[in-house]
């Protein structure tokens, strides 16, 4: 699946544009970490979505371009310590059938690592079967009448949960699979609606989701162990949505337009798996079709979340989740969409979307950011100088 480019074009490429440091764009502290740009300059669209490797030795980005008239949206996957680039596209699939070959999709709109960057998870359109989740190289598919979509691979990576529509469109729910060769999906919910934003516990069987009515949005959890599906949060008022657990997994985050007036604008929430009230972290947060839009840090006392405030240039901040401080802005890069982080033992490492300051006025598009951070850079960053604790792995 790696490309296969010259020496001289793959140095042209790890020179003018792989992890070029930007010495402008730090917070005001001289000591704050330097950020650094990826993937600039190689594509004519905005890039969405990264993801880092549980490793963090790897990112995988999306794009959308126009090639020959026609818009494609493709990922790409780069390493971030000595350059080697590949696209991701499903080649020679092992559960492909006679007459199936790379021809039979026209775009590649989803991607998720598992750890140890193997039999990655991938969505892709099917020219007549809509979008279908592979893994690749090994023969795992979802398919079905409708789109198959939002792969979330398990901490340990043995196993994967994706969202699976009805034909028409009329529902959706979750179907889990093992990461194995010829292992057979497996489909654990039955309601009415649309359950769709899998996200799992960082240490049990667990995986919370939205449950999408007439109503509303819900957030529920669904018990591997023991197949019960229970609701965390729900509101005929309002929609709750884009849920994920804190690294330690007695908190839970989301998204909700509860105080919104016209149903518009969305707060970043936290609140205790046991508890009815929840804590506004961030407010006004700018939403992403391409991630959950926010990010804990891997100590879980920090929400990271994009602004969604034009005026401002969207701008990137963190926040205490105790709500002790109110949030802080951390770089001047604008234009900021779907932050991600997780731990490198004793570093923290970011990756996110802005607009690539060093592009000419007619192709400005969001590139992908990287930076790390030190225990006592990131505690700075958000007005504090505690030291955090011991980290686990997260991915936003």
């Known amino acids: 699946m790696f490309l296969i480019v010259s020496r001289r074009l793959l140095t042209f490429i790890i020179v003018a544009a792989l992890l070029v440091p930007i010495a402008g764009l730090r917070a005001d502290d001289d000591t704050a970490p330097v950020l650094t740009r990826v993937a600039a300059g190689l594509h004519e669209g905005h890039l969405f979505g990264p993801r880092l490797r549980p490793d963090g030795t790897w990112v995988a980005y999306g794009v959308r371009e126009q090639k020959k008239g026609t818009f494609r949206t493709s990922y790409y996957a780069r390493e ?18 006679e007459g199936e070959g790379t021809a039979s999709f026209t775009d590649l709109t989803d991607f998720a690592w598992l750890p140890n960057g193997r039999y990655n998870a991938m969505v892709a359109e099917h020219k007549s079967k809509k979008k279908e989740v592979l893994l690749e190289t090994i023969n795992v598919r979802f398919t079905g009448p409708g789109d198959q979509s939002q792969p979330s691979v398990a901490p340990d990576g043995t196993q994967l949960v994706v969202v699976s529509e009805s034909d028409q469109g009329e529902g959706s729910d979750l179907w889990i699979c093992d990461a194995s060769h010829d292992a057979s999906p497996l489909r654990i919910t039955f309601s009415e609606g649309n359950e769709t934003a899998p996200s799992w516990h960082p240490t049990k069987p667990q995986i919370i989701h939205e449950l999408r009515n007439p109503l509303g949005g819900d957030i529920y959890v669904f018990d591997l162990e023991t197949f019960e599906q229970r609701p965390l949060v729900r509101s005929g008022n309002s929609d709750e949505i884009k849920p994920s657990f804190s690294p330690d997994g007695l908190r839970f985050a989301y998204l909700s337009n509860a105080d919104s007036k016209d149903g518009l604008g969305w707060d970043l929430l936290v609140q205790a798996t046991g508890d009815s009230l929840a804590r506004p972290i961030i407010r006004n947060v700018r939403r992403s079709e391409t991630s959950i839009g926010y990010t804990w840090d891997p100590s879980g006392r920090y929400l990271v979340a994009v602004l969604d405030d034009e005026a401002a240039g969207y701008p990137l901040v963190i926040a205490p989740t105790d709500g002790s401080a109110a949030p802080r ?9 779907d932050p991600m982080m997780l731990s490198l033992g004793d570093q923290v490492r970011m990756a996110w979307v802005a607009l690539d300051p060093k592009s000419p006025p007619d192709k400005q598009y969001r590139i992908v950011f990287v930076v790390d951070f030190s225990p006592d850079q990131l505690g700075g960053l958000a007005g504090s100088a505690e030291p955090k604790t011991t980290p686990g792995r997260v991915g936003g």
Not at 89 to 95: L, R, V
Not at 329 to 337: E, G, K, W
């Open 80 to 97: 971030l310590d000595g350059g080697v680039f590949r696209s991701i596209w499903p080649k020679a699939h092992p559960s492909f059938s």
């Open 329 to 337: 802005v951390l770089f001047s890069t604008r234009d900021n969409m």
